[in-house]
C-alpha cells in the first residue's frame, strides 16, 4: 500500500490501522519513539491511502506519546489520551472542524513544567553503518546549572523495549530526576529494540552483548563532540537487560565509566536461564542461548567472564521475589565483586519483584540512584 501525504521524517513503524468508516481510516506511527496519528482515506482499487489531516505529531499534540484514540462515529469527534516526556496523560477532544479541545491539566506536582526536559530527538550512526535512535535529555536552562553536564547512559530492559518521551512510563520520573540534579541523560534504543521494525528488533537475538554493545561505545565516542557534555564524568545504568547491559560495558569497557548501577540485571547467562521458571526456559533458549550446546558462546557473552575488569563504583539493586532474575543473580555479582576487592553496594527490596514499584521503595530507589552518581560524577 502507498501512503500519500505523510509529514513526519525519522524512522519507525506502522503500528495500527483502524477503520473509522466508508473509506475512512486511522493510522497511527511511532516515529523515533514519538506518535504520528493521521487521518486520510483509503483508495482500495489503486491501493493508495491519502492522508486528509495530521491528528497527533503537531502543535500542542507534539514530541509524544498517544496511550489511547478512539473515533465516535455520531459525532465526528475523537477522543484521546497523549503523554510528554514533562507532563502526564492528558485527555483531549478533537472536533470534526479540527478544533483540538483540552480536558485535563495533569501535571508534575510541586515542579514546573519548564524545570523538566523535554528531550531532543539525537538519532546516530553505530559502528557498522547503523542507525540508531537515542534522545538526550540535558537539564532545563532554569535550573541554573553551568558548565559541561556529567552524562547518565539510562539503557532500558527488554531487549525489545522501547525508551519512548513518555511521563507514564516507568522510566521517565527517574530520567527526569536526574536532570533536575543536574545530570544529561542519555537514552538510546539500540538494535534489538522495539518500534523499528522486526528486523531492527531481531538483531540483538543470540548476540546479547555483541553488536548492541558497540552501539553504546559509538554514541560514547561521538557524545564526546557535544560541547554541553562532560563525557569524563559518565556513568550507566539499566534494569533487567539494561542492568546486563551495565553490567557488561562496565566490564568490557571500563575506562569509558566513572558510576555504574545494576538493577536486576543478569550477571551470568548460564545461571540467569537455568534459574528462569520452567515454562520461559524455551524461549530463552532461542533468543539468548542453549547452555547444554552453547556454553562457551553464552560465557563469552557474559558479564560475570570479565568480572576482574571492573573498573568504578557500583550500586546493585534487586526485588526480593523477582521470578525473572532471581536475587541469588544480583548476589553472586556482589559476592564475586567483593571478594575481589571492588567497590559495590548493594540494595535489596523485601517486597518487590523484577521492578520497583511501590511508592515508598521508589523514592528510597531513585534518591539512592541520584546520590550514588551525584557522589562518584559531581554534577
Same mark, same amino acid.
Given at each position: 500500500?502507498?501512503?500519500?501525504?505523510?509529514?513526519?521524517?525519522?524512522?519507525?513503524?506502522?503500528?495500527?490501522?483502524?477503520?473509522?468508516?466508508? +473509506?475512512?481510516?486511522?493510522?497511527?506511527?511511532?516515529?523515533?519513539?514519538?506518535?504520528? /496519528?493521521?487521518?486520510?482515506?483509503? &483508495?482500495?482499487?489503486?491501493?493508495?491511502?491519502?492522508? !486528509?489531516?495530521?491528528?497527533?505529531?503537531?502543535?500542542?499534540?507534539?514530541? %509524544?506519546?498517544?496511550?489511547?484514540?478512539? #473515533? $465516535?462515529?455520531?459525532?465526528?469527534?475523537?477522543?484521546?489520551?497523549?503523554?510528554?516526556?514533562?507532563?502526564?496523560?492528558?485527555?483531549?477532544?478533537?472536533?470534526? $472542524?479540527?478544533? *483540538?479541545?483540552?480536558? !485535563?491539566?495533569?501535571?508534575?506536582? %510541586?515542579?514546573?513544567?519548564?524545570?523538566?526536559?523535554?528531550?531532543?530527538?539525537?538519532?546516530?550512526?553505530?559502528?557498522? $553503518?547503523?542507525?540508531?535512535?537515542? @534522545?538526550?535529555?540535558?537539564?532545563?536552562?532554569?535550573?541554573?546549572?553551568?558548565?559541561? @553536564?556529567?552524562?547518565?547512559?539510562?539503557?532500558?530492559?527488554?531487549?525489545?523495549?522501547?525508551?519512548?518521551? &513518555?511521563?507514564?512510563? #516507568?522510566? *521517565?520520573?527517574?530520567?527526569?530526576?536526574?536532570?533536575?540534579?543536574?545530570?544529561?541523560?542519555?537514552?538510546?534504543?539500540?538494535?534489538?529494540?522495539?518500534?523499528?521494525?522486526?528486523?531492527?528488533?531481531?538483531? /540483538? &537475538?543470540?548476540?546479547?552483548?555483541?553488536?548492541?554493545?558497540?552501539?553504546?561505545?559509538?554514541?560514547? =565516542?561521538?557524545?564526546?563532540? &557535544?560541547?554541553?557534555?562532560?563525557?569524563?564524568? !559518565?556513568?550507566? *545504568?539499566?534494569?533487567?537487560?539494561?542492568?546486563?547491559? !551495565?553490567?557488561?560495558?562496565?566490564?568490557?569497557?571500563? =575506562?569509558?565509566?566513572?558510576?555504574? /548501577?545494576?538493577?536486576?540485571?543478569?550477571?551470568?547467562?548460564?545461571?540467569?536461564? +537455568?534459574?528462569?521458571?520452567?515454562?520461559?526456559?524455551?524461549?530463552?533458549?532461542?533468543?539468548?542461548?542453549?547452555?547444554?550446546? =552453547?556454553?562457551?558462546?553464552?560465557?563469552?557473552?557474559?558479564?560475570?567472564?570479565?568480572?576482574?575488569?571492573?573498573?568504578?563504583?557500583?550500586? /546493585?539493586?534487586?526485588?526480593?521475589? $523477582?521470578?525473572?532474575?532471581?536475587?541469588?543473580?544480583?548476589?553472586?555479582?556482589? =559476592?564475586?565483586?567483593?571478594?575481589?576487592?571492588?567497590?559495590?553496594?548493594?540494595?535489596?527490596?523485601? +517486597?518487590?519483584?523484577?521492578?520497583?514499584?511501590? #511508592?515508598?521503595?521508589?523514592? +528510597?530507589?531513585?534518591?539512592?540512584?541520584?546520590? #550514588?552518581?551525584?557522589?562518584?560524577?559531581?554534577?
Amino acid at each position: 500500500m502507498r501512503v500519500a501525504g505523510l509529514v513526519h521524517a525519522g524512522i519507525g513503524e506502522l503500528s495500527r490501522i483502524e477503520h473509522l468508516a466508508g +473509506d475512512q481510516y486511522l493510522l497511527n506511527y511511532n516515529i523515533d519513539g514519538a506518535s504520528w /496519528v493521521y487521518e486520510g482515506t483509503f &483508495d482500495e482499487a489503486n491501493r493508495e491511502f491519502s492522508v !486528509t489531516r495530521v491528528l497527533v505529531g503537531e502543535g500542542e499534540l507534539t514530541n %509524544g506519546v498517544v496511550q489511547s484514540i478512539a #473515533f $465516535d462515529r455520531d459525532s465526528g469527534r475523537y477522543a484521546l489520551s497523549f503523554s510528554s516526556a514533562t507532563a502526564p496523560s492528558q485527555l483531549y477532544l478533537i472536533e470534526p $472542524d479540527g478544533r *483540538m479541545i483540552r480536558q !485535563t491539566n495533569e501535571r508534575v506536582l %510541586g515542579i514546573p513544567s519548564n524545570y523538566l526536559s523535554p528531550g531532543i530527538e539525537s538519532s546516530y550512526t553505530s559502528h557498522d $553503518d547503523l542507525r540508531i535512535s537515542a @534522545r538526550l535529555y540535558l537539564p532545563a536552562p532554569e535550573l541554573g546549572f553551568s558548565g559541561p @553536564r556529567p552524562v547518565v547512559f539510562y539503557i532500558h530492559g527488554g531487549p525489545q523495549s522501547q525508551e519512548r518521551p &513518555d511521563f507514564t512510563w #516507568f522510566s *521517565m520520573p527517574l530520567i527526569q530526576f536526574l536532570t533536575l540534579n543536574g545530570f544529561a541523560v542519555w537514552a538510546p534504543n539500540v538494535r534489538g529494540s522495539s518500534g523499528y521494525g522486526m528486523a531492527y528488533m531481531k538483531h /540483538v &537475538d543470540r548476540d546479547w552483548g555483541g553488536q548492541d554493545r558497540l552501539d553504546h561505545v559509538a554514541a560514547f =565516542e561521538l557524545l564526546k563532540q &557535544d560541547p554541553r557534555l562532560d563525557m569524563s564524568r !559518565t556513568g550507566v *545504568m539499566g534494569r533487567s537487560y539494561g542492568g546486563y547491559m !551495565t553490567l557488561t560495558l562496565a566490564r568490557r569497557h571500563p =575506562e569509558l565509566w566513572k558510576a555504574a /548501577v545494576d538493577m536486576f540485571g543478569p550477571y551470568n547467562l548460564l545461571t540467569f536461564v +537455568d534459574r528462569l521458571p520452567e515454562t520461559w526456559k524455551t524461549y530463552f533458549y532461542i533468543t539468548v542461548g542453549n547452555p547444554e550446546t =552453547e556454553r562457551e558462546e553464552m560465557l563469552i557473552h557474559s558479564p560475570s567472564t570479565y568480572l576482574e575488569n571492573l573498573a568504578c563504583p557500583m550500586l /546493585v539493586m534487586q526485588g526480593a521475589n $523477582d521470578p525473572r532474575v532471581v536475587e541469588r543473580e544480583s548476589r553472586d555479582v556482589v =559476592e564475586q565483586l567483593q571478594a575481589k576487592g571492588k567497590q559495590v553496594d548493594y540494595v535489596v527490596y523485601a +517486597d518487590e519483584g523484577h521492578d520497583v514499584l511501590k #511508592f515508598a521503595n521508589k523514592v +528510597d530507589c531513585y534518591n539512592r540512584i541520584t546520590d #550514588f552518581f551525584r557522589a562518584q560524577l559531581k554534577p
